[in-house]
């Protein structure tokens, strides 16, 4: 069966500081990969999704990136982390047959 | 209990009534939807899915119910139970990459 990873769960950082999410999907392979902002709340923010190794889409401009260096891992970085990069950030993979969207479990990151 | 659209964010029911939680999706061309369950400090979950060649969908305890000439999605939950309080999303399909979320229903069951 498929899981999917994300970590760490929690971070606190000031501002300024550097950003690192790292997630990890097991059990299927080429998944579609996506990265989500939750502000307290609110509703789901898609920030970037990737269909291959290397290939990023970028849906809103912001202070983040994202990279997918091997076919599973996904990750989620800031050089720079501003207040409002504050939330609830999840990763999800996507079912191949229907489309359906897998969540991790969520890193909730706090900017001080 | 039952909440309308996407403009009444929270819906109150009691414990062992019936909730219905609605929404407007916004693409009459889009063919699947989904309903998310989120608890507190957790990912979304799978809950139910419907294509838009259907109209009605059951699953355990829950039935979702498609109307595409009102552009309307609702999620029935029967016999409420504590377990059921969180947030509810719906989720349409626009592409092959895209799911477009709603903003969500908060249900608190009382007991």
């Known amino acids: 069966s498929q899981t999917i990873h994300q970590w760490p769960a929690t971070l606190v950082q000031p501002v300024g500081s550097p950003l690192s999410l790292e997630c990890t999907v097991e059990?299927?392979?080429?998944?579609?990969l996506y990265w989500y902002r939750q502000a307290a709340g609110r509703g789901l923010q898609l920030l970037f999704y990737s269909v291959g190794i290397g290939q990023i889409s970028s849906e809103v401009p912001q202070n983040l990136s994202a990279s997918r260096p091997q076919d599973r891992q996904f990750i989620l970085s800031s050089k720079k982390l501003l207040l409002s990069d504050s939330g609830f950030y999840l990763c999800a993979w996507q079912g191949r047959e229907l489309g359906e969207l897998f969540f991790g479990e969520g890193s909730r990151l706090t900017v001080l | 209990g039952e909440s309308v659209g996407l403009h009444l964010p929270t819906l109150s029911v009691q414990e062992g009534d019936n909730s219905i939680i609605n929404c407007a999706y916004s693409n009459s061309a889009s063919d699947y939807f989904i309903w998310y369950k989120q608890e507190s400090g957790k990912g979304p979950q799978f809950i139910i899915d419907i294509r838009s060649n259907m109209d009605k969908r059951q699953g355990q305890r829950v039935t979702v119910l498609l109307n595409k000439t009102v552009k309307h999605l609702s999620l029935q939950i029967a016999a409420t139970q504590p377990g059921d309080s969180a947030v509810y999303f719906c989720?349409?399909?626009?592409?092959?990459?895209?799911?477009?979320f709603g903003a969500g229903t908060t249900v608190t069951v009382r007991a």
């Open positions: 989720a349409e399909n626009l592409n092959d990459y895209k799911l477009s």
């Open positions: 059990g299927t392979s080429n998944p579609n």
